[in-house]
């Protein structure tokens, strides 16, 4: 059972054509004409992580399961099957190994197509913790229930 209620998996591709998805990204970000960035990113892969699309207000619009392709200590890039525009604000919901979750606001960075309904969007880190819009958009998750 999912733990975010009316939450849609974004990505419909079988596990091995992730997989050669994933491993094709990755060759690329190895590239070294790619641009060097702030912090090193990790491999994350996992199909649990949700993504709650967030209006102005920073009320939930929409939730989507997505792909994660790798993380850093300020971003999350992942796969998912529509465009997001650059500056959306989203609210991340993250598994971590004690079975709760990392709750952290966020902003698309940059969304690209990569194939058929296949995006790869970069997230970029805003707010955890105690800030104000991340209790507006956990109150909002709640009031889904």
């Known amino acids: 059972m999912d733990r975010v209620p009316n939450c849609i998996q974004s990505v419909r591709l079988s596990d091995q054509q992730l997989l ?9 970000d190895n590239d070294p004409r790619v641009d060097a960035r702030k912090f090193r990113r990790a491999r994350f892969r996992t199909n649990k992580v949700v993504i709650h699309v967030l209006d102005a207000q920073h009320n939930i619009e929409s939730s989507f399961r997505v792909v994660a392709r790798n993380i850093s200590a ?3 890039g992942f796969l998912h099957g529509q465009m997001l525009p650059p500056g959306k604000p989203v609210f991340v919901q993250i598994p971590r190994r004690d079975g709760e979750d990392l709750n952290l606001l966020a902003k698309v960075a940059h969304c690209r197509h990569v194939d058929g309904m ?6 970029k880190f805003v707010a955890f913790g ?3 819009k991340l209790a507006i958009a956990m109150s909002s998750l709640q009031n889904r229930r």
């Open 20 to 28: 050669v998805l994933l491993e094709a990204l990755d060759r690329k």
């Open 118 to 123: 296949i995006h790869e969007v970069g997230l």
């Open 130 to 132: 105690k800030s104000r």
């Open 74 to 76: 300020d971003g999350l």
